[in-house]
């Protein structure tokens, strides 16, 4: 059974509005109070979407565990949309602009759909604020003032899996459009590299010629995008989707290219690795 103390209590953190979560299931802005008093069921799915929208966890509102954070153990930033939509009023923005601007779809911005790292960056950049404010990890919205210049990573073209990046020889130094520029704050939080995509299998979220900028990391959650290496030879952006006993599935956007799957042994013998995980998209310039 799901606790809606819970509920209410990480909605309001985040600036939820519990009205807009009742409309995502259909129903009428009494529905929480409903399931609490036990005049209505929650089913297991539906308790799922809560725990992916409120950035915890199934466990977490089912009572199973006191621990809000998903199994990374990362810290438990969350994305306050009351502070969003402050700034982008005293601003004067309208949804569509920052939805223009960040590069979503129209009517992305008030389904609660996840951002990425790189999207709240960019929406930091617009709002004169920082990452860390949006997501709740500082109450202090003021850029400090080493933060408002960039610093360059390398654009490759293709990724030569079987080698280290730093071997990669598709990347030319001299060569200006080889390099993509990210803020100091999005540096300070990992080690990161760009990448030109090629072909259509992550549209329409990610386009032929797009520009994504990758944080090297060994492992990602399960429904997070990343940049995969496979057997050592040929690589891959694609949606990460763990299954229960170890394997992974790689997704496309593009439902034309159907899932591989592959097992946790084939992980190993291949192998399967992870080259880092897809934290902004830029489109083709």
């Not at 409120?54 to 306050?80: E, R």
């Not at 990046?165 to 001299?174: A, G, L, T, V, Y």
């Amino acid at each position: 059974m799901v606790n809606i103390d819970k509920v209410k209590a990480i909605a309001k953190l985040r600036g939820l509005k519990l009205s807009r979560l009742c409309a995502d299931f259909g129903e009428d802005p009494t529905y929480f109070d409903k399931v609490k008093k036990g005049a209505r069921r929650m089913d297991d799915s539906r308790i799922a979407f809560l725990a992916e929208k409120l950035g915890t966890t199934f466990a977490y509102l089912t009572d199973v565990s006191d621990d809000p954070n998903p199994k990374s153990k990362l810290p438990f930033p969350m994305f306050h949309y009351k502070r969003y939509d402050e700034r982008r009023i005293a601003r004067g923005l309208t949804v569509n602009y920052v939805e223009d601007h960040i590069g979503v779809p129209h009517g992305y911005m008030d389904s609660f759909n996840e951002l990425s790292e790189g999207e709240v960056y960019k929406l930091a950049v617009l709002l004169n604020t920082t990452y860390e404010y949006l997501m709740g990890m500082t109450d202090d919205p003021r850029i400090p003032a080493d933060d408002r210049t960039g610093v360059k990573i390398k654009l490759f073209g293709e990724v030569a899996a079987g080698i280290p990046i730093k071997q990669i020889d598709n990347f030319d130094p001299d060569d200006e459009s080889s390099w993509e520029e990210i803020n100091r704050s999005t540096a300070k939080n990992g080690t990161y590299f760009a990448l030109r995509i090629k072909g259509d299998s992550m549209a329409t979220r990610i386009q032929n010629g797009d520009r994504v900028i990758v944080r090297y990391q060994e492992t990602v959650e399960s429904g997070q995008t990343a940049v995969i290496a496979i057997n050592g030879d040929t690589a891959t952006c694609k949606k990460v989707i763990w299954d229960e006993q170890g394997g992974m599935i790689l997704m496309s956007n593009n439902p034309a290219y159907p899932p591989r799957h592959f097992t946790a042994e084939q992980i190993q013998k291949l192998p399967v690795r992870i080259l880092g995980r897809v934290v902004e998209i830029r489109g083709e310039p």
